[in-house]
């Protein structure tokens, strides 16, 4: 069953709006009533083969228990992970590309760049091609390095290649033309006559997917964008549908990669804008409750049943990336910045040559799961090891999942009978094994660029991070850990705490000692422009639009940038830009460790401005406090299995939905509620705070 959380004031602007968010292993779901302000929610198990399955499946269950009729639904927003499951299983359609004369072999080329700490070239392999080289074709068309038309695009030429590309079956196709950042009309006139022969076929520009130099990036981001096209469009299609024939026709919207939401035909557009859609809306809520809390400095740890996802947040705001990566491709689109491990509740720990214990990253996903589901699993996963170990003391979801333990216990047993152990040991091998892979994706984003994890708060989250939060922790020396709320679901509510938000970018490089500030001045008006004008298109007044700026900087010679947001003053642009210059230096200096300032001249190479339509904001009152006494909250006791004991020990379980603001819990405990559960270990103690957050803090001595 679903139960009401807790509640919050709406504003009255929709009456119903629906967050559903697809994991490996559950699709969660919020419904958010503006009016009464009551949030309901709901976990039902995702389907891998058909997501839209599970999207519908949570639908309907939200709306059977509270009661929601189709007409009261004012919006319905998704957090997805369709396109990275596409490319991570190269599960996308084949694709043409289009490219100018003499650049046929560009993905070919790609770049020098070898991944890894020693950049090993003797074992490094170019990642294939997104378009294998006999379906690129070129035109004789050319643009200059400053915008100026070389030669025309032929019609004739081009109605030659999509005919062509039609015979051979090719439905995608990508055009990216050299300089088409300075100049995208050669660009719209491909578009334009590939459909005049070929009306059917998703055709992406590059111009309009990333107006930046640096050809192969570019290209190779619009040819992924490209070969996503056709999976989502028909999925957003498919979803829209479903909606219709349910009679809810609010906006449906679209998490993108970086924090900010877009309609669905925008995102069918540009799939790969949406790479890491359900991580990055889990980030956002994580800043929300930490800084209710009064944390501004985070350590997001996200825990589903596939992979762990990691963000550092600072000052209450994620790092932004101007490109990321995404498998094996290096994908140039804002993001925030996450490192995820294969490292979750469903994790299988396998033996490496009979007698090395390993966890991950294999999964058992949604189906057949963990064996303790009783779905046809029976590898021993991190889940089962928690089982075994008595810190899952009661069935999952309300009851929607129940937990077999002698399932668990033989699955556990296939790698504790090899290694001469007992099940509890074995158990607990696992589960260390599982947080130190945590431990060493928190240290990537943290000790690797010179933060101490011990200066942070852990935001646990996702159904199995609030299981693991105080043993990570303990692990790495954190004092603070927070458990939003609604863990389990954090994604999903995420979801309802962010605005529909445009990224438009322009390259203009030009060094310090020659600025041509009306260039940069006109670059940003235009910009301006783009950006109100999309955002009117989709609906918002201008008192609803809010616009940022930034740009990208680096040092003459360097092959990366550094993003700075600026205040802009048009009316004095030179100032803007000689400030921005000298924030460059000082986050040069915080983000690699050191300066060239005095020594070397900055170069911008691109100006952009962001564009947010601001959305209503659910508002959460403040609980009024209670006494520190949790004791109406018990429903009973387990023997569980910890770390810094020799054995099982006693100790007492708590119903999360029955405590009270102020109060607090000692360690040992296990507080458990509808969407996940939460591990005290000894030595920790939880206060409830008045904004519904558990927060865990460690006895020093």
Known sequence: ??????????????AWRLAVDIGGTFTDVVAL????????????????????????????????????????????????TVATNAILQRRYSQIGLITTRGYREALEVARQTVPGEFGDITWWVKPERVVPLELVREVSGRVAVDGAEIKPIERDEVHLLANEFKRLGVTAIAVSLLHSYRDPSHEQQVRSFIEEVYPDCFISISSDILREYREYERTNTTCLNTALMPLLSNYHEKLARELSDKMITAPFYIMR????????????????????????AGVIAACHFGGLSGYKDLICFDVGGTSADICLVEDGQPRMLTEGRVDIYDVKTPMIDMHTVGAGGGSIAWLAGGRSLKVGPESAGAMPGPACYSRGGEEPTVTDANAVLGRLTTS??????????????SAIDKIAAPLGLESAEAADGILRIAIENMAAGIRTVSVKRGRDPRDYALVAFGGAGPLHACYLADWLGMKTVIIPPSPGVTSAYGLLLTDVRIDAVHTSVQREDVLNFKEIEVHFSELEERVKASLSNEGFESS??????????????????????IVMELN?????????????????????GYSYEGRELVEIVNVGVTGLGLLQRPKIPALKLSTKDATSAKRGAASVYFPQTSGKVDCPIYVRERLNAGNEIEGPAIIEQYDSTTVLNPGW?????????????????
């Open 1 to 14: 069953m679903v139960d009401v959380f807790y509640v919050i004031l709406g504003d009255g602007v929709l």
């Open 33 to 80: 009533e503006e009016e009464s302000g009551e949030v309901y929610l709901t976990k039902v198990p995702s389907t891998p083969d058909d997501p839209s399955r599970g999207f519908i499946s949570g639908i309907d269950h939200i709306t059977d228990v509270g009661d929601v009729l189709p007409s009261d639904v004012g919006a319905v927003f998704h957090g997805t």
């Open 257 to 280: 990669s970086s924090g900010g939401l877009a309609q669905a035909e925008e995102i069918s557009r540009q799939p790969i804008t949406a790479a890491l859609s359900g991580p990055a």
């Open 396 to 409: 999952l979801a309300g009851g929607d999942v129940g937990l077999d333990y002698a399932k668990a216990q």
């Open 544 to 565: 609803r639009i809010q616009l940022k700026y930034f740009v990208d900087m680096r040092y003459g010679g360097q092959a990366y940038e550094v993003r700075l947001p």
């Open 572 to 592: 004095s642009i030179d100032r803007c830009m000689h400030t921005a210059i000298s924030g460059f230096h000082s986050a040069h200096q915080d983000l690699y």
């Open 685 to 701: 103690t939880a206060r409830v705070d008045e904004w519904g957050c558990l927060v865990l803090g460690v006895d020093d001595a």
